[in-house]
């Protein structure tokens, strides 16, 4: 009898261990997204080796194979990933299996985006080659050409060298935010990322692309955040190429611009001009 009692729980382990994280409503594609993006959030607790392997798993779902929208999917994605990153050991390979998930375009551009954001934090929790793969990971997207990818990995660095001034210098950052801004190849979301991230390492270069895409044609949202920089890093000779997008006809280059002339550098009555 007793060896009858002892096949039967044998049989029946995986059930009782694994049973209700098979069925956990993060899988559940009947779900709407409201009820999955709550159970997106993993305690601690449930973060057992098995379940960690099925949530792996569940970051290379392909977009057209879930019910939920591209957005969506990356989303819960994303809340599984920081789930992960709070353990206090990463599970082994994880590192190699973003930047796998990454270079599959399959994965879709906004979770592959996601997936650049995480890199720095993983950076942060792994030592030896896993962080060297991942430095050079986010080294080589800091130069792709494919939609904001340079932009988000310059933000990475950035925030890097703030953690880990050790692995990554002012210099290096500087110098791969001016190659976008002046890449013509770069899109313009990278480019505004990358002139906010020269703010703060190289304010001379900032101040002069701040200045070119001023006088130029550039896009409307280019010339936001170069006046927002020019805020921050601007001479009092700037006062003029500022005031006249203060009284631009486009409401938020004028707004824009009226932000930048409250700061301490240019001392302007706005209230008088308006």
Known sequence: ?????????????????????????????????????????????????????????FLGQIPTQDKNQEDELASLKNNVTD??????????????????????????????EYIVQKIPE?????????RKTALGFLRKVSESTDYAYAGTALIGLDRLYGSHPDLISPDEIARRARAVLISEQHSEASKI???????????????????????????VMLKISALA??????????????????????????????AALRQPVFKVNLRANE
């Not at 594609?29 to 973060?47: V, W």
């Not at 990454?102 to 979770?111: A, K, L, P, R």
């Not at 006249?244 to 486009?250: D, L, Q, V």
């Open 122 to 130: 993983v950076i942060g929790k792994v030592q030896g080659d896993d």
């Open 229 to 258: 920089t020019l805020g921050v890093v601007g001479k009092t000779e700037d006062r003029t190429l500022i005031e006249r997008y203060a009284k631009s006809p486009e409401f938020r280059l004028r707004t824009a611009a009226r």
């Open 1 to 57: 009898m007793r060896q009858l009692v002892i096949i039967f729980i044998l049989i029946q382990l995986p059930n009782i261990c694994f049973g209700e994280h098979a069925k956990h409503p993060l899988f559940d594609h009947n779900l709407n997204y409201d009820e999955r993006a709550r159970a997106s959030y993993i305690s601690s607790e449930q973060l057992i080796l098995d379940f960690v392997q099925q949530l792996i798993g």
């Open 193 to 219: 990322s990358a002139l906010q991230v020269l703010a703060s390492h190289d304010a001379p270069a900032a101040l002069t692309h701040s200045r070119s895409f001023l006088q130029g044609q550039s896009p």
């Open 83 to 112: 789930s992960l990153l709070r353990m206090d050991v990463l599970p082994a390979g994880f590192t190699n299996t973003l930047i796998s998930l990454f270079e599959d375009t399959h994965q879709g551009v906004i979770w592959r």
